[in-house]
């Protein structure tokens, strides 16, 4: 190794400084590396050099023009000179050129006070122009899509979006069009943006144009104090900024994190906070009082509860169950944990509240079998009924930065991904087959070949009609090619709850065996938290039975729920951005949360609530009980479901954007959500006489749903696709828990009033 | 006795000063009956301008509010719409508030101003019963009229 | 877009290692059966090639012998560049404009021509140049237009 550092090894002079970087470096990495400023724009360090902006330009001795510094490799010798005469000649010519056409909007500008433009002019630039003719003139602001502002007057034409969209998200979400002056980047006809990454852009905009329209004119840099914290959407826990202006988030920013989100960030958490701060948070105790649910004190509520377990225990063991944990901290999930376990004594607590009971998420731990920079450096990815875009975004890009190095990329699934065009292999078929496919995966070349392999094995998969199967040949894929399978299962802190043992204990039921437990009476109290049980378990019915069939059912909920709604007592929480402590992401990984706001009225950490509950019942708790349990392991073969199958089947899917409890009080991500729909294969849709945005209900043996149907060959004939997460369409109520498919009849609805022209 | 001599002339001499300005009119005047004018430049209380057509000069940039020294200033900006365009381009200053108990009158915000918006004008008397009253809000810093202020609504920034 | 029209595009991807090379000649497949490329179009080249519509879009506005909007069965350049307007192309454009009835970038109400000024058209030696959609006219004179629109119908 020693011997070969000279060789791989340059050293040169940046103004008059002796510098020795690796070979292959550019000058302005090397400058960088050595402290010496060279002012960029086009230039960022997750994409390769452009050379666009010209912002660059050094002297280089020996050479005659100048030269772009980002573009340039650093060689053995080379004497660079980034404060010249030419070289300040040059950024101020660059500058003014820059600023002919940008506007000088600044104090309406909402990049005003952190614009790289308005520093380098500062700093660089001429302090005047010789130019005096009209600026050009566009209408402003361009809108697209509901979070995208697009001000054509102040781009500089960088390209630093268009390149994100082509090199890192891999949606091309935004280009160039038309040419020379006239140029200028934005979609076609304006239409609204479809990327789930678009954040980015906004934040990677060295000026003006891209502006985002949920923070738009809301506050100055210097109004803003920003809080390290962690996303808690989809599990990734990726690093964020949440920039607080008196006492509410005004923004999420990606924080720099090499490890998990690198610097970037998907749009459901760059606009997922506005829920905090909704107007409809819970703020005192409520307890149920001639049927309907009053405001009550602390102590009144906690008294109850407190009776009614004292209650539950004097008439034997385990007669209370606790479900929830997505949305409690890792502190709280251990607080919770211990109650239930050492307090109250009860075997019967899980988080996994969506699973149901004969696929195959409740027979292994959930979460990544490596480290995220592990998988990030793998040579094959299969996705088995993952739809990673939708559901785990940030780690797509890991994905998509490791197929630009070679690495293949294989699906199997029952709709065609939006990623599908950098997939080598695309294998589909219903959702009712795929475990056949998964087993010919084995003999295809692409994986065979493959020397780290990675299998991520999703939802859809597990919880269909034939998750175990589908899980054994995952398995046995995988040990064939020597690979890893990755349960991508779980969201927001199920890692945590898992971990820190919001499990089923010694003799203790899963999460579907308690609710059919309940339904039959075995239960005195339901403690729900950090969970909406009413609208998560995947069978409506298995809740509805379980609800009337116990006596108590206590909630910590921030807003009033489906769940809550049908509480005796709730108790009103704090969310994650308001609570100091700990989630564990998909891969293990402890990250901090960081209390950024205050909670309205009188809402209390989970925690507290636990402790507080658990000092009435004789026991003074402190936090230094959090006991780790490592999670199960194991796979286990099941009966794979049998019998006919229907002509036309429903599956419920994952979306990134929903109208769910948190992200339907979010700007922005409430018009990204759009209606609730269904997507229905155009030979299905010819048969049934559906047309593309009517109306149709869909109906099952247990019930049906009106939502629009869109005409589409992202799905598979003979399978309706429709989306769980949207409030007031209660999928979960189409279908009860049966290893076979469900089978649906899909019906055009005729508009009320007849078609009109 | 030379000393008692030069003490007797010092003591006349100062009593002649005393004389002097004795039938001279007073420089002080019976505030609050009587007023005095103030130096064109004085800085006196702010006020927000409007163009001379009644538009609104402020658009919620909060340069002031980053430059002033006392930290007095609160600015909350909202956009413009078609129909109701409160100032010129985009923004406008949705809430505007000046803490005349921190303000220090140094007149940075005026100097800050982009769009010339903010002006201090003539208007010492700024004394309160309560320190409710002496936060400044945009009603009561907008100017009524193009020129209440007595600055020019035809300016240019 | 007709079958016979996807399929020459496909044809066209299969001579090259990336889809993407294929992009400018399966647009002229698609200028030349639809006349111009609307939204649809270009969404249907999308499609064949597997590329996205941003892509394709921003490729077709690059260039400016693709057109977004309609234009007439005809489409007539005039080059404007040094060379033709030193031998005259402003009095050549401007009979062009009577005798058309319309204005640079406008198509006859008819439907017949659409009239354009074109940079450079290569024919230096020639000036003035015209460009009728494939035809190159070289050294139009004024007089000459009549005559000369009169052999496209």
Redesign the interface.
């Known amino acids: 190794m020693a011997a070969e550092a000279p060789r791989t090894a340059v050293t040169l002079m940046i103004d008059g400084r002796g510098i020795t970087v690796p070979k292959g470096t550019t000058v302005y990495q090397a400058a960088r590396s050595a402290g010496v400023d060279i002012p960029i724009f086009c230039y960022h360090d997750r994409m390769p050099p452009l050379g666009a902006c010209r912002m660059c330009l050094v002297e280089v001795q020996k050479m005659s023009k100048l030269q772009t510094a980002c573009t340039l490799e650093a060689s053995e010798g080379m004497v660079v000179s980034t404060t010249s005469p030419a070289v300040r000649a040059a950024q101020e010519s660059m500058l003014e050129l820059l600023l002919i056409n940008h506007p000088l ?4 500008c909402d990049k ?2 952190e614009c790289p433009l308005q520093d380098q002019a500062f700093r660089y630039g001429p302090g005047r122009s010789r130019f005096i003719e009209a600026k050009r003139d566009h209408a ?2 361009l809108s697209l899509g509901p979070v995208l502002a697009l001000d054509r007057e102040r781009c500089i034409l960088c390209w630093r979006c268009v390149r994100f ?1 082509e090199i890192i998200a891999g ?9 020379g002056f006239a140029s200028e980047v934005g ?3 304006a239409l609204p943006v479809e990327s789930k990454f678009i954040g980015n852009t906004i934040a990677i905009c060295p000026v003006g144009a891209l502006t985002s329209r949920t923070y ?3 506050a ?1 840099p ?2 803003i104090d920003p809080v390290a914290s962690t996303c808690t959407y989809c599990g990734v826990g990726c690093s964020v900024w949440l920039d607080v202006r008196g006492g509410e988030i005004l923004r999420t920013r990606a924080r720099e994190e090499p490890e998990v989100n690198d610097a970037w960030l998907c749009d459901l958490g760059f606009f997922g906070h506005g829920y905090v701060a909704a107007g409809d948070r819970l703020t005192t105790p409520l307890v149920r009082r001639e049927g309907r649910l009053q405001e009550a004190s602390w102590d009144e509520a906690l008294d109850l509860v407190a009776e009614r377990l004292r209650a539950s225990a004097e008439r034997g063991p385990g007669r209370v169950a606790f479900l929830g944990g997505r949305r409690l901290s890792n502190e709280d999930a251990s607080a919770a944990a211990g109650f239930f376990r050492d307090v109250v004594g009860t075997p019967h607590l899980d988080h996994r509240v969506d699973a149901p009971p004969d696929g195959a998420s409740l027979g292994v731990s959930w979460g990544l079998r490596s480290s995220l920079e592990d998988l990030g450096r793998g040579d094959v990815f299969v996705l088995v009924g993952c739809d990673i875009t939708e559901e785990y975004p940030v780690l797509w890009l890991r994905i998509k930065a490791a197929i630009d190095r070679g690495a293949s990329l294989v699906i199997v699934h029952a709709k065609r991904l939006e990623i599908r ?1 950098h997939a080598r292999r695309e294998l589909l078929d219903r959702h009712d087959r795929l475990a056949p496919l998964v087993a010919a995966l084995a003999a295809d070349e692409t994986v065979a070949s493959g020397e780290r392999v990675h299998v991520l094995l999703g939802r859809l998969a597990m919880d269909g009609p034939d998750g175990p199967n589908l899980l054994r040949s995952a398995d046995s894929l995988v040990r064939r090619v020597n690979g890893t399978l990755h349960i991508a299962r779980g969201r927001g802190n199920d890692f945590g709850a898992q971990r820190f043992g919001l499990l089923p204990g010694e003799g203790g039921m899963a999460a579907p065996g308690i609710l059919q437990g309940a339904a039959a009476g075995a239960f005195d109290l339901l403690y729900v938290a950090g969970s909406d049980p009413a609208t998560a378990v995947t069978d409506g019915a298995a809740w509805e039975s379980a609800r009337s069939g116990v006596g108590f059912l206590v909630v910590h909920e921030a807003f009033l729920s489906e769940t809550a709604q049908a509480a005796d007592v709730v108790l009103p929480a704090l969310v994650l951005p308001e609570k100091d402590g700990t989630v564990t992401n998909l891969e293990g990984r402890t990250l901090a949360l960081r209390a950024a706001v205050k909670g309205p009225g009188q809402a209390r950490a989970d925690r507290e609530i636990f402790d507080l509950l658990a000092a009435r019942m004789g026991v003074v708790r402190g936090h230094d009980t959090a006991t780790r349990i490592e999670p199960v392991a194991r796979i286990e073969p099941a009966a794979a479901g049998a019998g006919a199958s229907p002509s036309l089947i429903v599956v419920v899917a994952d979306r990134l954007f929903t109208q769910g409890s948190m992200a339907g009080r979010c700007r922005g991500l409430i018009e990204l959500a759009g209606t609730a729909h269904c997507l229905i294969h155009p030979a299905d849709a010819a048969r049934a006489g559906v047309t593309d945005l009517g109306l149709v209900e869909m109906v099952t043996e247990h019930a049906s749903v009106v939502v629009q149907a869109r005409v589409s060959d992202v799905t598979l004939p003979g399978q309706v696709l429709v989306h769980r997460g949207y409030d007031g369409v209660p999928v979960h109520a189409l279908a009860r828990w049966s290893p076979a498919p469900a089978g649906v009849e899909v019906r055009p609805v005729a508009p009320p009033g007849g078609e009109t022209p | 006795m030379p000393g008692l001599l030069k003490q007797s002339i010092a003591l006349l001499r100062g009593f002649l000063i005393t004389g002097r300005y004795l039938f001279r009119p007073p420089v002080t005047v019976l505030y609050p009956e009587v007023k005095t004018r103030v130096a064109p430049r004085f800085k006196g209380r702010h006020w927000l301008t409007r163009y001379a057509d009644g538009v609104e000069r402020c ?5 002031c ?2 430059v002033c020294p006392s930290q007095a200033i609160y600015v909350r ?3 413009n719409t078609p129909e109701r365009q409160v100032s010129k ?3 406008h200053a949705d809430q505007f508030q000046i803490n005349m108990l921190r303000c220090i009158f140094c007149g940075f915000c005026e100097e800050a101003c ?2 010339g918006s903010i002006v201090m004008g003539q208007d010492y008397e700024l004394a309160g019963y309560s320190r409710a009253s002496l936060i400044y809000t945009k009603p009561m810093l907008t100017e009524p009229y193009p020129g209440a202020s007595g600055r020019d609504p035809g300016r240019e920034v | 877009m007709t079958e016979a029209a996807r399929e020459e595009i496909r044809r066209l991807a299969g001579l090259y290692e990336h889809r993407q090379s294929a992009l400018i000649p399966a647009l002229f497949v698609a200028q030349q059966e639809a006349g111009y490329l609307s ?1 649809a179009v ?1 969404e249907s080249v999308a499609e064949v090639l ?6 394709v ?2 490729v077709a ?4 012998l693709f057109y977004l909007e309609p234009v007439g069965r005809h489409m007539v350049h005039v080059c404007t560049n040094l060379s033709c307007m030193l031998n005259g192309c402003q009095r050549l454009l401007s009979r062009m404009q009577e005798v058309m009835g319309i204005q640079p970038g406008e198509t006859t109400p008819d439907g017949r021509f659409s009239l354009r000024a074109a940079e450079c058209l290569g024919a230096c030696e020639e000036a003035p140049a015209v460009l009728v959609d494939e035809d190159r006219w070289a050294a139009v004179s004024p007089e000459g237009v009549e005559p000369m629109l009169e052999r496209y119908r």
């Not at chain 1, 949606?171 to 040419?179: H, N, S, T, V």
């Open positions: 909007d600044c104090p309406i005003g006070g402003k602001p969209g949606d091309d979400a935004l280009k160039g069009f038309e040419r979609t076609p006809r738009r004119f809301r100055r210097w109004d065009r | 658009v919620g940039c909060e340069l509010v980053i900006a909202a956009e381009g985009e923004r982009p769009t | 939204p270009l597997e590329l996205p519509v941003t892509e879009t921003s506005s690059f260039y400016g």
